[in-house]
């Protein structure tokens, strides 16, 4: 294997790690969801301003398409860590990663709806799966109310609301890289550009949105929330992006989902062991399902034909 394509292995990955690790900073650092989503990408902002204006001095400015496609895909983005945020209270930081890989999902059919593009048996086998799985994830099954990950008791009310929030923050997720690789593809070379520009618009509608809730609470913040705001910002949106981003340039689109399927494991590990989130045996049975349903629709596991 030559270099280029273990480096571009390499980004990916690392970019996967540190999305896994942005769950873990929102729980410790218990803002509401609508200040977090609006402070993760407001911070985020200001970090990739003059990284985009050196990028379009260089490179040139980028087209109008291009900045309807990227803010789109930044209000979808708002959208979807509100909901990943309340996800997270209410089910657990591992759990709430785990179901907004939906995503992986969601890709094709948004590919089927607009640009007619057939999808394959593998996505229709892997989904009746990828429902059980849900369905074990939000604790369905008996006993699941043993299991200890978020705020709220497994299949309970809030319990399920925060599975739904999870699993509609993944559909809004997947339009958000949808509409991020037709950016991509039509000026593949203003990256961190069309990333300020969707960051922006994902700041613009998570506080819009911020009324249906609580509203925003800046002023309500430690000092260490303010930190724990900054490192998320940094880590979680600005590095975690780029290194995917330019990681994934360089491979296959299943190449990508395979390595992205790390995410909720590493986000798993990481909040039983930070946490103290300890899942009920049918909630991990239930992430077995999604991830396999997940790895099965993106041809990253092979079920004995071609599909």
């Given at each position: 294997?030559?270099?280029?394509?273990?480096?571009?292995?390499?980004?990916?990955?690392?970019?996967?790690?540190?999305?896994s690790?942005?769950?873990?900073?929102?729980?410790?650092?218990?803002v509401?969801?609508a200040?977090?989503?609006?402070?993760?990408?407001?911070?985020?902002?200001?970090?990739?301003?003059?990284?985009?204006?050196?990028?379009?001095?260089?490179?040139?400015?980028?087209?109008?398409?291009g900045?309807?496609?990227?803010?789109?895909?930044?209000a979808?983005?708002?959208?979807?860590?509100i909901?990943?945020t309340?996800?997270?209270?209410?089910?657990?930081?591992?759990?709430?990663?785990?179901?907004?890989n939906?995503?992986?999902?969601?890709?094709?059919?948004?590919?089927?709806?607009?640009?007619?593009?057939p999808?394959?048996?593998?996505?229709?086998?892997a989904?009746?799966?990828?429902?059980i799985?849900?369905?074990?994830v939000?604790?369905?099954?008996?006993?699941?109310?043993?299991?200890?990950?978020?705020?709220a008791?497994?299949?309970?009310?809030?319990?399920v609301?925060?599975?739904?929030?999870?699993?509609?923050?993944g559909?809004?997720?997947?339009?958000?890289?949808?509409?991020?690789r037709?950016?991509?593809?039509?000026?593949?070379?203003?990256?961190?550009?069309?990333?300020?520009?969707?960051?922006?618009?994902?700041?613009?509608?998570?506080?819009?949105?911020?009324?249906?809730g609580?509203?925003?609470?800046?002023?309500?913040?430690?000092?260490?929330?303010?930190?724990?705001?900054?490192?998320l910002?940094?880590v979680?949106q600005?590095?975690?992006?780029?290194?995917?981003?330019?990681g994934?340039?360089?491979l296959l689109?299943?190449?990508?989902?395979?390595?992205?399927?790390?995410?909720?494991v590493?986000?798993?590990?990481?909040?039983?062991?930070?946490?103290?989130?300890?899942?009920?045996?049918?909630?991990?049975?239930?992430?077995?399902?999604?991830?396999a349903?997940?790895?099965?629709?993106?041809?990253?596991?092979?079920?004995?034909?071609?599909?």
């Amino acid at each position: 294997m030559s270099t280029q394509p273990l480096r571009a292995y390499g980004l990916v990955l690392a970019g996967a790690a540190c999305l896994s690790f942005s769950a873990i900073v929102v729980k410790i650092a218990g803002v509401d969801a609508a200040t977090t989503a609006f402070l993760r990408c407001a911070i985020a902002v200001v970090v990739l301003l003059p990284m985009a204006w050196a990028e379009v001095r260089r490179e040139g400015r980028l087209a109008a398409r291009g900045w309807w496609f990227a803010a789109a895909a930044g209000a979808a983005l708002g959208v979807d860590y509100i909901l990943w945020t309340e996800s997270i209270f209410r089910v657990g930081a591992g759990i709430a990663t785990v179901l907004i890989n939906v995503q992986v999902l969601v890709l094709p059919l948004l590919a089927l709806i607009v640009e007619r593009e057939p999808i394959g048996r593998r996505f229709l086998w892997a989904l009746p799966a990828m429902l059980i799985g849900i369905g074990l994830v939000g604790g369905l099954a008996a006993g699941a109310a043993g299991g200890r990950s978020g705020s709220a008791p497994a299949g309970s009310n809030a319990y399920v609301f925060g599975v739904v929030a999870g699993v509609v923050a993944g559909v809004c997720y997947g339009i958000y890289l949808y509409l991020s690789r037709r950016a991509g593809k039509l000026q593949p070379r203003l990256t961190v550009t069309q990333l300020c520009v969707a960051t922006a618009a994902a700041s613009a509608s998570s506080a819009l949105l911020s009324p249906l809730g609580s509203g925003l609470h800046l002023g309500r913040l430690t000092w260490q929330q303010w930190a724990l705001m900054v490192v998320l910002a940094v880590v979680g949106q600005v590095i975690s992006w780029l290194l995917i981003h330019r990681g994934s340039a360089g491979l296959l689109p299943r190449q990508t989902a395979a390595l992205l399927l790390v995410q909720p494991v590493i986000a798993l590990v990481l909040a039983a062991a930070i946490l103290a989130e300890r899942p009920a045996v049918s909630q991990w049975l239930g992430v077995a399902l999604v991830l396999a349903a997940v790895a099965v629709a993106n041809r990253v596991v092979s079920l004995g034909r071609r599909a």
